[in-house]
């Protein structure tokens, strides 16, 4: 039995994707449609301008490629129409539950709460008429509530894997996407291929060995793609803006409490925004955030003054300054040190690894690949660090900067030039 499309989407990737009438059902919903409303890069299209696609398309197109996955795999792995149905929806709502501005958000949530995206993508599927239109076609929303987030517990391990991990369909569709609309090559990836090379192997999935070349060019690409475009410099100094200002704003406009789904719904991009720049400046936070905001808004950004790659033997330097307790420290000495304002000093640490996590977000260090030798089918599992490539980028994202204000910049590039001057600066933070 093969799945019955009743309607299609033109989409600039990956041409016409196809649809069923439950997944139709589901755009439909205004949570879904929500997504129309919330970039996909957050504020990224202030340094590439074409940049401006949303979490709708992405939901789609991981739809499309969860789907070609699935049906790759059907062959072999005994998994049937409802299945592959299943997989697909999944991969629909797997982003149902972002926040304004996406993962910007996240840093305010992380911040103020316990909750992810992921925890208010369970609770939408469960809580809204999501849950009706997925009984009406038969599926629990209960279990596409797991899946979805890939915490799928009562099937193999490699159908959350086609959804969440290093060879989900999303990461396949970002790559593909964020590349086409920032115009930035890195992100091409042959994903057909990598589709075609999947197995399952001891319940996970795995990788042809003649197909390893396009496993490491897909985890290469990623990390490409974080360089040029996720972590740019300027990009970063748009989103610790808007960040900060969120933060700043939170209890005045209530911006974490999850307590009411309905109002939570309504946070979409330009809704955030235009409330954070037309704050009541009634205390210095809310100044504050106003400012940033507006500065934001009108491309005003504060400037990057220091940076350093942190080698990896000096992987704990990233550990610890991505510490909330240790940022202050330092924001505020070099605030003093400068004689500005603490509120104008910003310490960047990313935090994301540069290899994916798998679907139990757990670290990604090995790969799954399939060997025929003789006609028999061997399977063996490979640490990234073996692959001459791929092992070497293994890690976090391994750069440290600071900004501050334009009219500020001279002091705080004295400031930091100071602090850092000495090698062992590390050891002088009181851990």
Do not use: W
């Not at 504050?288 to 992987?315: G, I």
């Amino acid at each position: 039995m093969i799945l019955k499309p009743i309607a299609e989407i033109r989409d600039p990737v990956h041409g016409y994707v196809k649809m069923t009438e439950v997944e139709r059902d589901l755009i439909d919903t205004p949570f879904v449609q929500r997504l129309r409303r919330i970039h996909q890069l957050a504020g990224s299209y202030l340094v590439y301008p074409g940049a401006v696609h949303t979490r709708f398309e992405h939901v789609v197109g991981a739809m499309h490629l969860a789907g070609q996955i699935a049906e790759s795999l059907a062959p072999t792995s005994g998994i049937g129409p409802d299945q592959i149905q299943e997989v697909r929806i999944a991969a629909l709502l797997h982003d149902v539950g972002h926040g304004p501005f996406s993962h910007m958000y996240e840093e305010v949530l992380a911040d103020k709460t316990n909750a992810t995206h992921e925890d208010i993508s369970q609770r939408i599927v469960l809580e809204t008429p999501i849950r009706d239109v997925l009984g009406r076609s038969g599926f629990s929303a209960k279990k596409m509530s797991d899946f979805a987030v890939g915490k799928q517990s009562r099937r193999p391990p490699f159908m959350n894997e086609m959804i969440a991990g290093g060879l989900s369909a999303d990461i396949m569709d970002y790559l593909l996407r964020d590349s086409y609309f920032t115009g930035v090559e890195y992100g091409k990836v042959d994903v057909r291929r990598v589709i075609d090379s999947l197995q399952v192997a001891e319940g996970r999935l795995a990788v042809e060995d003649a197909a390893l070349y396009a496993f490491e060019a897909l985890l290469l690409a990623r990390y490409e793609m974080f360089k040029a475009v996720y972590f740019h410099r300027t990009v970063r100094a748009a989103e610790l803006m808007l960040v900060q200002s969120m933060k700043l704003a939170d209890e005045a406009l209530g911006l974490t409490d999850l307590s009411d789904l309905d109002s939570y719904l309504e946070l979409t991009d330009e809704i955030v925004l235009q409330r954070l720049a037309t704050l009541s400046p009634s205390t210095q936070a809310l100044k504050e955030a106003r400012r940033l905001a507006l500065d934001f808004r009108n491309r005003s950004l504060v400037k990057c003054v220091f940076e350093r790659v942190v080698q990896r033997k000096d992987q704990m330097v990233s550990s610890l300054f991505a510490k909330d307790r240790v940022r202050q420290q330092v924001t505020s000495e070099l605030a003093e040190a400068a004689g500005v304002d603490r509120m104008h000093v910003f310490l960047d640490v990313p935090t994301t690894p540069s290899v994916p996590y798998t679907s139990s977000r757990e670290a990604f260090t090995s790969v799954r690949l399939v060997q025929t030798r003789g006609g028999k089918r061997v399977v063996k599992s490979v640490p990234l660090s073996e692959l001459p490539l791929v092992g070497s980028i293994a890690g976090f994202m391994d750069v440290m900067r600071i900004y501050t204000t334009p009219e500020n910049r001279r002091s705080v590039e004295r400031a930091t030039a100071e602090m850092f001057r000495d090698k062992s600066f590390v050891t002088k933070i009181s851990i």
